[in-house]
């Protein structure tokens, strides 16, 4: 340290060199605050990048390409930075500094031009060269088709409502009806789901989510893929959100450690409310009755009716509900939670709520199962 400078030089420039290990850091990992401020590679290279909305699979060639060179500057940087800063180290006149920092400017210089070579290899041919189009090309279950192909399918699949989302700005996991998807800095993980087996294979439990505040549990799941030549992945995500994801998965995800799982308040209401609607007396529709798909999800066929059971008969309290069978049971007892005091969830089963189609007051022994 003291070949280069003094002891006070020394302190204020390891204070600049921590501030940009800082931002450095939050850029290739961008906070919360970093996102809203728009200071992120998709923000700032958005007109380059085009619509992931609509190109999903471009969308990320570009991204993961833009972010590598973007990196790759990061070091160039920190040598320009530290010479504006410390203009004493006469970082600018190579000639006379330290061998160190002509062999940090060296590495500093050769990375990005490396990289730039790299992604001009990628572009060649329209990205038949970057690693995802590589990845999908191996996906294709007809030889004479390109990746191309492949990626138009994603494509279609990304733009409709229905998909699985989770995981913040730089690191997502999407579940579409065929494909699952990992999407990280400089690559996404793509796999088809008749390809793949899923394993729990560890958790972790936090005090504070920096979401909410709450305790949060967060889930390990090892995506194996059979396909030899595609790489399996790992995915990360909150507990609480397991059951959306595998009402959109094609194969189960395996347990085979017993880990625990804590399932969020409203997993919790719904297991109860199916357990008493169970218990409730079927409701056998008349011939003339039709019974559609559910108007709530959409994807399931109704299979309950509010039918009045209770004895409650006061003022105020459940009356008889004259729909036709319209919502599935899930939707059901989601629409039933959503109506109670968020705040007193002990006695949710025990209240009541308007139907979500006539606003006639049932309770949770009015809900029947349709007959068969």
Known sequence: MHSFFSRSEGTVYALFTLFYIFFSACLVAPPTEFISA???????????????QMHFVYYHIRRTTATMIVHSLLPLGYYIGLGLFAPELQLFFPWSTHTVWNIFLAISV????????????????????????????????????????????????FRRVDKFTTGHHGRRLIVTDSWIMKTSAYFVNIAHQQDIHLTLSGSEEHEISYENLTPAQFLNIHVGVVNRKIKSFDVRLNATELGDLKEKLQSPVRNARNIVIK??????????????????????????????????????????????????????????????????????????????????????????????????????????????
């Open 38 to 52: 728009g200071l992120t590679v998709q923000n700032i290279f958005s007109s380059f990048l085009g619509s992931e």
């Open 110 to 157: 050769l990375l990005p031009v490396l990289f730039s070579l790299l992604a001009l290899y990628w572009f060649k041919d329209k990205w038949n060269n970057h690693p995802i189009a590589c990845q999908l090309s191996y996906l294709t279950n007809d030889p004479s088709s390109s990746w191309r192909s492949v990626a138009s399918s994603i494509d279609i699949e």
């Open 263 to 372: 399932q969020s308040l409203s997993d919790q209401f719904l297991e109860a409310f199916r357990e008493q609607v169970n218990m409730n007396p079927p409701f056998t529709p008349p011939p003339s009755m039709e019974v559609e798909n559910c108007i709530g999800c959409m994807q399931k066929m109704a299979n309950v009716k509010l039918h009045k059971l209770c004895d409650n008969m006061d003022s105020g309290d459940c009356v008889p509900c004259y729909c036709r069978p319209m919502w599935c049971l899930e939707c059901m007892g989601k629409w039933f939670a959503s109506r109670q005091d968020q705040h007193q969830p002990e006695g949710w089963l025990s209240s009541k709520s308007p139907c979500p189609t006539c606003r006639a007051k049932f309770c949770v022994l009015d809900v029947c199962h349709i007959k068969e």
